[in-house]
């Protein structure tokens, strides 16, 4: 999250002479200087680099070159106008070690930028950074990954790398940085496996990481690392660079490159893929960003009075609909999947978004990897942009292989997450079961009565908990007054062990898997490592906790009913059971998806009371997970007594 200040710089969109008279804001701009080159940015080699940066708009532009990233003065070189608004030099000899930026007379207004292209930066990212990148690789640097094919079976673990090793208790010695993470044989209290380990011992699929490329300083100084800071980091500034406060030493360009690389590699030789949480659809000032300094008008939407468009609450909304937005979103996508060998994107507000640059990346993405995932936050938003063109849950069905969020899931599971108190399904709330069997089938349109955004499962990511809003167990606590702890766990694991069984895609947020809190802050975007950092004391203090989620993990990935491919299969065979009050069930039947056991069913149950329910007369079933709720079982009969999750197996 990243709310932008008032400002009153006053913004100069050009003379219209420079541009044959075509306004920034009209779709003939587009046609008129849309570039679609490959060079953009600088083009490094030992022997000269070359810089090309698109500003149409511009009447004269100076490459400024810097002997440190906060020198007082630098080098002012003119840069010749070419083809279709670009601006080009080429300067002999190597200027490895060098920084630069862009100077840009627009109007009467003279701007310095840093180049948007930028692949390094100087600390706090001010000015860019100019080196050969194929020496940023670690010692170990491979293209080899964990194997990994459908989207569906992948289980998600969204951390933040702040947040996962800072705490005094997590026997990582780079606590908070990209190195911490990998860091082999770590330990804390109890001897508990702690950092990477504890990644890998649960058994996920892919780490999500909050936002990793650079973002703005006014939240985080590289320069007064000694001192209290923190953010999540959902405020762009240079798309396409690492963030340095997680680098060993955010003064060298290069150490944040390589150590990210290093921590990337880790994860792909440890099995586990990595998802980077990239925000393109707000700028963190719409004023100040680069993108405005060097073509005021044309990269953010604008109201028709002229205002920024807020439709993301930040204060602008990135006009990812326009050509040369869109090819540098999709040129920062490939540029972290080609560099970094990044596996997959979480895209923040993808509501805000729009449908074509959405299916533009899947496009490219599948040309050089098809199991790279793309999943979003496809909440129906309003901005300047026509509603059937907004990447959100509407849209799903013009977006194949991109995945929402599943909001209605997670709200029937645990309650309204904007009314603090309100039950969930999981609090013996009430009429919640047809939206929870929504989730179960992962958003398809399973039925006529059942009809939701999905048309495949591989378009439905599943979650109680996320770094947003209150974590499950405080909206449990908020939403449960006069219960105990002993209760409110049981329902915690209820609502773990439902996103785990359902179909599409799983998603688990570091430290649900022991209860984690942030102490009721709901929005701790800037709240400190005090309210954020996973708490590994408590983690040692509910080993069951962990132990459950990772036996959960275990079970999903041993049984393929639980991640069918497609919505036929689903609806082929996937039956809901009768069930009592405050309960759902369901079979899963005839090796679904090629799973061992002929017959699956399913029960989440969260009555207070014991209960008997009567099985599907399918043969004899056997128990598989849920001891801890089960009463009796015989014949064709189950009774259960306490909260939870039940899986039961049928041999015929």
């Given at each position: 999250m990243s709310v932008q200040k008032e400002s009153n710089v006053n913004i100069d969109y050009g003379d219209l002479s420079v541009t044959g008279g075509i306004s920034v804001f009209s779709k003939e701009f587009d046609k008129a200087f849309y570039y679609d080159g490959e060079d953009l940015g600088l083009t490094y080699s030992l022997v000269s680099s070359k810089f090309r940066l698109w500003a149409p708009t511009s009447s004269e532009v100076f490459l400024m070159l810097y002997e440190d990233w906060n020198s007082t003065s630098g080098k002012k070189i003119p840069m010749n106008r070419d083809v279709k608004g670009t601006w080009t030099v080429q300067i002999d000899g190597d200027l490895a070690g060098q920084y630069y930026t862009y100077l840009v007379r627009i109007g009467n207004q003279w701007n310095e930028a840093v180049d948007p292209y930028a692949k390094a930066v100087g600390v706090n990212g001010d000015r860019g950074a100019i080196m050969d990148l194929t020496e940023t690789h670690p010692d170990r640097w491979t293209s080899d990954k964990p194997s990994f094919v459908n989207a569906v079976d992948a289980i998600i673990y969204e951390l933040h790398i702040r947040d996962y090793t800072i705490h005094a208790g997590s026997g990582v010695r780079n606590k908070g940085k990209y190195l911490g993470l990998t860091e082999k044989g770590t330990r804390g209290t109890d001897q508990i496996v702690t950092g990477l380990d504890h990644i890998k011992d649960l058994g996920v699929t892919h780490v999500q990481l909050l936002p990793i490329y650079d973002y703005a300083t006014e939240s985080v100084d590289e320069t007064r690392l000694d001192e209290p800071q923190y953010n999540w980091g959902y405020d762009p500034k240079n798309y396409n660079v690492p963030e340095g406060s997680y680098a060993s030493d955010p003064y060298r360009p290069d150490t944040r490159i390589r150590e990210l690389k290093q921590m990337i590699q880790t994860f792909h030789d440890e099995g586990i893929r990595v998802i980077m949480d990239v925000v393109y659809n707000h700028v963190y000032d719409g004023y100040l960003i680069n993108f405005t300094k060097l073509v005021p008008g044309y990269y953010l939407r604008y109201t028709a009075d002229g205002k920024f468009s807020n439709g993301s609450g930040c204060g602008n909304d990135n006009a990812t609909e326009r050509p040369m937005m869109r090819k540098f979103i999709v040129d920062s996508i490939l540029h972290w999947v080609q560099e970094y060998h990044i596996d997959g994107f979480r895209f923040d507000l993808m509501g805000l978004m729009d449908t074509d640059t959405m299916n533009e990346i899947r496009r490219q993405l599948d040309k050089i990897d098809p199991s790279i995932i793309m999943i979003g936050e496809g909440w129906n938003m309003e901005t300047e942009l026509a509603q059937e063109k907004r990447a959100n849950q509407l849209q799903a069905a013009v977006m194949p292989r991109i995945a929402h969020f599943n909001d209605g899931f997670r709200d029937a599971v645990k309650g309204d997450i904007f009314v603090f108190d309100k039950k969930g399904f999981i609090s013996t709330g009430k009429s919640f079961e047809s939206h929870v069997k929504k989730g179960i089938v992962a958003g398809i349109s399973y039925s006529d009565e059942f009809a939701s955004f999905a048309v495949e499962p591989n378009q439905t990511v599943n979650f109680v908990e996320c770094h947003d809003n209150h974590t499950l167990w405080d909206k449990i606590v908020?939403?449960?007054?006069?219960?105990?702890?002993?209760?409110?766990?049981?329902?915690?694991?209820?609502?773990?062990?439902?996103?785990?069984?359902?179909?599409?895609?799983?998603?688990?947020?570091?430290?649900?898997?022991?209860?984690?809190?942030?102490?009721?802050?709901?929005?701790?975007?800037?709240?400190?490592?005090?309210?954020n950092q996973l708490n590994w004391d408590q983690a040692a203090e509910h080993k069951d906790g962990t132990l459950f989620i990772r036996q959960l993990i275990k079970l999903r990935k041993e049984h393929p009913a639980f991640r069918m491919k497609d919505a036929g299969a689903?609806?082929?065979?996937?039956?809901?059971?009768?069930?009592?009050?405050?309960?759902?069930?369901?079979?899963?039947?005839?090796?679904?998806?090629?799973?061992?056991?002929?017959?699956?069913?399913?029960?989440?149950?969260?009555?207070?009371?014991?209960?008997?329910?009567?099985?599907?007369?399918?043969?004899?079933?056997?128990?598989?997970?849920?001891?801890?709720?089960?009463?009796?079982?015989?014949?064709?009969?189950?009774?259960?007594?306490?909260?939870?999750?039940?899986?039961?197996?049928?041999?015929?």
């Open positions: 908020l939403s449960t007054e006069g219960e105990n702890d002993d209760l409110r766990r049981a329902m915690h694991r209820l609502a773990s062990s439902m996103v785990l069984t359902s179909q599409g895609i799983s998603f688990i947020h570091a430290g649900q898997e022991y209860y984690r809190t942030k102490g009721g802050e709901e929005n701790s975007y800037k709240s400190g490592d005090e309210v689903i609806r082929n065979h996937l039956f809901f059971e009768e069930a009592p009050e405050h309960a759902v069930a369901y079979s899963i039947r005839d090796h679904a998806n090629g799973d061992p056991e002929k017959h699956l069913y399913v029960l989440h149950y969260a009555g207070r009371t014991a209960a008997e329910i009567k099985l599907p007369d399918l043969g004899s079933w056997h128990l598989l997970f849920g001891e801890e709720c089960v009463e009796n079982l015989c014949d064709n009969m189950l009774k259960v007594n306490g909260i939870g999750t039940v899986v039961l197996a049928c041999k015929p």
